[in-house]
């Protein structure tokens, strides 16, 4: 009875790959953006974007990275700590 997007969530690399699985990019599921703007419109946007991710985060029991093997050691190592950070305010 566990719903991908709800209960779990399948990522991939790359967006096509990602379509295949039915699930999302990491960079989209996490909420990871690489572009910074200084705008304070852009960056309210952002800080709402951010604050949805962790919603949806928060209640995954488990996160599938297809081919693991292709996912750089720093994307990993951002994603990771973007987990540990949504988790350990979701735990205060």
Do not use: C
Not at 30 to 55: F, K, L, Y
Not at 58 to 74: H, T
């Amino acid at each position: 009875g566990y719903k991908m997007g709800l209960d779990y969530q399948m990522v991939a690399l790359q967006a096509v790959m990602a379509q295949l699985l039915g699930g999302d990019t990491i960079h989209h599921a996490a909420g990871i953006n690489s572009r910074n703007r200084a705008d304070p419109e852009t960056s309210q946007r952002a800080a709402q974007r951010q604050a949805d991710v962790a919603q949806r985060v928060s209640q995954w029991r488990w996160l599938f990275i297809d081919e693991i093997s292709m996912v750089d050691a720093k994307l990993l190592a951002e994603l990771d700590m973007k987990l540990r950070n949504i988790m350990s305010d979701v735990g205060s």
